[in-house]
C-alpha cells in the first residue's frame, strides 16, 4: 500500500512535529518556571515600591517639619554658633542696670556637643522690673544664655543689688559638621 502522501507532506508534518515538540519543551522547560519567578519579582517590586513611596513620604513630612523648625529657630541656631565676649555682652545689657559687672568666664565641661561657660554677674538695679526686662532681652540676644537660680536681691539705699550665674552655651566648632554644607 502506497500511501498518498507526497514528500513535501512529510518533511512538513516531520518539521511541524519538531517545531511542535521543540515549543512544548521551550514552553515546559524554561518559560513557565521563569514566569513563576517573574511573577515573584514583580510582587517583590510592588512591595518594595510601596515602601519606596511611604519612606518619601515620611521624608517629605520629616524635611518640611524640619524646615519649618529651623524658620521658627533660625535666631536660636545662629545664636548657638556666637562665641560669648563679655565687653558685648556688658554694651548691650548695661542699659537695664545702674552698674553691671561680669566675672570672668571659666569653661565647664561640653555637655552634649556645646561648650558651656559660667558667668557670675554682680548688677544694682532700680527696680525689679529692670531685672525682668534683662530677662527678656537676653532671650533675644545673640546668645544662648540660661541664667541658674537661685538669684540673690539685696536692699542698698536705693537701688537692689542682684547677684547670679548664667551660662552661655555655644557650639562646638568640631562638632558642628553641618555648618560647612
Known amino acids: 500500500m502506497k500511501s498518498n502522501l507526497s514528500r513535501q507532506n512529510i518533511y512538513l508534518i516531520a518539521i511541524s512535529t519538531f517545531l511542535l515538540i521543540f515549543v512544548l ?52 541656631i545662629r545664636a548657638f554658633g556666637n562665641s560669648f565676649a563679655i565687653d558685648r555682652f556688658q554694651k548691650t545689657n548695661q542699659k537695664f542696670f545702674s552698674s553691671l559687672e561680669v566675672s570672668k568666664i571659666a569653661q565647664v565641661t561640653n555637655e552634649d556637643g556645646f561648650s558651656v561657660y559660667e558667668v557670675n554677674t554682680t548688677s544694682a538695679i532700680s ?9 527678656d532681652s537676653i532671650n533675644k540676644s545673640d546668645w544662648v544664655i540660661a541664667v541658674n537660680f537661685p538669684i540673690e536681691f ?19 566648632k568640631e562638632s558642628n559638621s553641618t555648618k560647612s554644607e
Open 25 to 76: 519543551i521551550f514552553s515546559f522547560a524554561i518559560l513557565i518556571p521563569e514566569g513563576q519567578s517573574y511573577r515573584n519579582k514583580r510582587t517583590e517590586v510592588k512591595k518594595e515600591l510601596l515602601e519606596l513611596e511611604q519612606v518619601s513620604e515620611l521624608h517629605k513630612k520629616t524635611s518640611q517639619t524640619l524646615e519649618k523648625l529651623h524658620k521658627e529657630n533660625a535666631n536660636t
Open 127 to 135: 527696680s525689679p522690673q529692670n531685672f525682668y526686662d534683662f530677662l
Open 154 to 172: 539685696k536692699r542698698e539705699n536705693n537701688n537692689i543689688k542682684s547677684s547670679f550665674t548664667m551660662k552661655v552655651y555655644n557650639n562646638s
